[in-house]
């Protein structure tokens, strides 16, 4: 599988379930330090609100990283997943102490969960793949659907704006031939779908999502990448308190690759 036949699919869940079979999720947010960055300030975030005996809804759950770390620190995590690829990388990281009941299945489609069942609902990569407006609200209101009175929900989205310059770094004629709209600046939405800043607060609130936190999840780290994977373990260190410093200055918002929301609805 490649792009080239990737784009041919016109099933958009098989289009999404076989883009995994290109994109490596399992060492996506594992293989550097840089890399690390987004899974760092995401927890970050998630344990700022979690409580003892809280129940996780991990929602897209890709190769299981969050699942996995959250269920071997003692919480109850329940997984969906729709990609082959990721359903078989998760399997294969299982142990048998793991409380984790993962399912392949598609986030539009929740009706296994009952409602109000979860304290904790991530929403962390279906809204990477999902292009219509239509599909968008049905995905967050199911993720609601299953939240608790009083829980908190996690979305991520791919930053529409900041993908330029990384894609300059590996590409010195991005600008001149890369896949946009040269007047508008309004990336191609393949294999992924991206969204400015105020498209994603947008598509939260009008989805009756209360915002809590915006906050650009991994910030330079992937244009710095090379620079930030040569740090002393001290660096690195004093480079994230760096990176949790800025990471929800409005004005920075936007300069990042991905953008994570924090939520809650009444």
Do not use: W
Not at 117 to 133: E, Q, R, T, W
Not at 175 to 196: A, I, M, Q, W
């Amino acid at each position: 599988m490649n792009l080239e036949q990737l784009i041919t699919i016109t099933n958009e869940s098989e289009r999404v379930n076989r883009t995994y079979d290109i994109f490596n999720e399992d060492s996506r947010l594992n293989h550097s330090k840089a890399a690390r960055v987004e899974f760092l300030t995401t927890v970050r975030y998630i344990e700022r609100y979690l409580k003892d005996g809280d129940k996780i809804l991990d929602i897209g759950a890709g190769a299981g990283e969050y699942s996995f770390y959250f269920a071997r620190k003692g919480y109850e995590v329940s997984a969906l997943e729709l990609a082959d690829a990721n359903i078989a990388a998760f399997q294969k990281k299982l142990a048998c102490g793991d409380k984790i009941d993962l399912i392949q299945g598609n986030a539009l489609d929740l009706s296994r969960y009952a409602d109000n069942s979860f304290d904790i609902v991530l929403l962390l990569g279906p809204l990477y793949h999902l292009k219509s407006d239509v599909d968008k609200q049905k995905c967050i209101s199911e993720a609601k659907r299953v939240c608790k009175d009083g829980g908190k929900l996690f979305f991520a989205f791919i930053s529409n704006d900041f993908v330029f310059l990384t894609e300059f770094g590996y590409d010195i004629n991005y600008f001149s031939n890369g896949d946009y709209d040269k007047e508008t600046f309004r990336l191609n939405d393949f294999p992924f779908v991206f969204h400015t800043v105020d498209a994603a607060r947008g598509i939260l609130t009008d989805s009756g999502i209360d915002i809590i936190h915006e906050v650009a999840s991994d910030g330079a780290s992937e244009l710095l990448a090379e620079r930030i994977n040569e740090m002393s373990d001290e660096d690195y260190a004093q480079y994230l308190r760096y990176h949790f410093y800025i990471c929800e200055k409005p004005e920075l918002l936007g300069m990042s690759n991905h953008l994570l929301f924090v939520g809650e609805f009444e």
